[in-house]
């Protein structure tokens, strides 16, 4: 083969390579690669995430604050748990929304985007605790939440359709599930759903009444109701709600300086950086 044309194969070998690390971890952010690399590289991203969503405050309590407390009818109090909350998205809307009077759980499994999100909540300790946990295995009982909330997130998971049925055993019958569906699916496949294979998902783990809107270019919006109707939990303390990683029973309460502690069994569940470290104390057993 000419040195010519040897080149120009090596040139194009090359930009496949740089090509494929691209996809792999930048356009579908590790996710074929499995969860501790979607970890890993949010851990390092952490820091310059926010500069490169642009995030504004204003919009973000117009299109997300707003429309969720609507859907609430009134209801200005309830428990809220938001998984992947990443640098503290939503909770931050919610927080500084004027009929917001809840509480709230947010939780991740990146200890980076934990931590950033601890300094933009500082203050606000009281209305919401930062978790660390994987979002396939939530530490709380059955019918913890009024509201569960999910964002640009269940297509990065490795089990989404897993994250769905736990969110949704953690809801409350008849409370309301907000999560964002990807429309921009050209570089996921395999990891996205169409509103068919979505609503048969919902309807699958005990979900009804999907709703689909127009949101951002890659994603829309949806909201589902749990079946059933219960009274609403409220805005309680989430020591009332949280699991112990070693006995499994719910009575997790805050003790000395950056620890909690299980009332039950009295195993120490370490805190730092602002954010409650479960999954590290149920490793640790």
């Known amino acids: 083969m000419p040195e010519a044309?040897?080149?120009?194969?090596?040139?194009?070998?090359?930009?496949?390579?740089?090509?494929?690390?691209?996809?792999?971890?930048?356009?579908?952010?590790?996710v074929y690669l499995g969860r501790h690399?979607?970890?890993?590289?949010?851990?390092?991203?952490?820091?310059?995430?926010?500069?490169s969503k642009n995030f504004q405050q204003v919009y973000e309590?117009?299109?997300?604050?707003?429309?969720?407390?609507?859907?609430?009818?009134?209801?200005?109090?309830?428990?809220?748990l938001d998984v992947a909350t990443g640098t503290a998205r939503l909770p931050l809307a919610?927080?500084?929304?004027?009929?917001?009077?809840?509480r709230i759980v947010a939780a991740d499994l990146s200890r980076g985007m934990l931590g950033v999100a601890a300094r933009k909540?500082?203050?606000?300790?009281?209305?919401?605790?930062?978790?660390?946990?994987?979002?396939?295995?939530?530490?709380?009982?059955?019918?913890?939440?009024?509201?569960v909330t999910c964002l640009e997130a269940l297509e990065f998971m490795s089990r989404p359709g897993g994250?769905?049925?736990?969110?949704?055993?953690?809801?409350?019958?008849?409370?309301l599930l907000f999560i964002?569906?990807?429309?921009?699916?050209?570089?996921?496949?395999?990891?996205?759903?169409?509103?068919?294979?979505?609503?048969?998902?919902?309807?699958?783990?005990?979900?009804?009444?999907m709703r689909c809107e127009p949101w951002q270019i890659d994603y829309e919006r949806i909201f589902a109701r749990k079946l059933g109707s219960a009274t609403p939990v409220g805005g309680r303390p989430p020591a009332e709600l949280l699991r112990c990683p070693a006995c499994t029973e719910v009575g997790l309460e805050p003790g000395e300086v950056d620890s909690w502690r299980c009332r039950n069994c009295g195993r120490p569940v370490r805190s730092g950086a602002g954010y409650l470290d479960h999954e590290a104390a149920r490793r640790s057993l």
């Open 5 to 30: 044309a040897l080149t120009a194969v090596a040139a194009l070998l090359a930009l496949a390579l740089v090509w494929l690390v691209w996809w792999l971890l930048i356009a579908s952010e590790g």
């Open 37 to 51: 690399v979607v970890v890993w590289l949010y851990d390092r991203f952490a820091s310059r995430y926010d500069d």
């Open 61 to 80: 309590q117009a299109l997300l604050a707003g429309p969720l407390l609507d859907e609430l009818d009134g209801h200005r109090a309830p428990m809220v």
């Open 94 to 102: 919610l927080l500084e929304y004027p009929d917001f009077q809840g």
């Open 121 to 147: 909540l500082c203050g606000q300790e009281q209305r919401c605790l930062l978790l660390r946990c994987p979002a396939l295995s939530l530490p709380f009982e059955d019918e913890s939440f009024d509201v």
């Open 163 to 175: 994250v769905l049925a736990e969110m949704l055993r953690v809801l409350r019958p008849g409370g």
């Open 180 to 209: 964002s569906n990807r429309v921009n699916t050209r570089l996921m496949p395999g990891k996205t759903w169409d509103h068919k294979q979505l609503a048969r998902l919902l309807q699958g783990n005990g979900a009804e009444s």
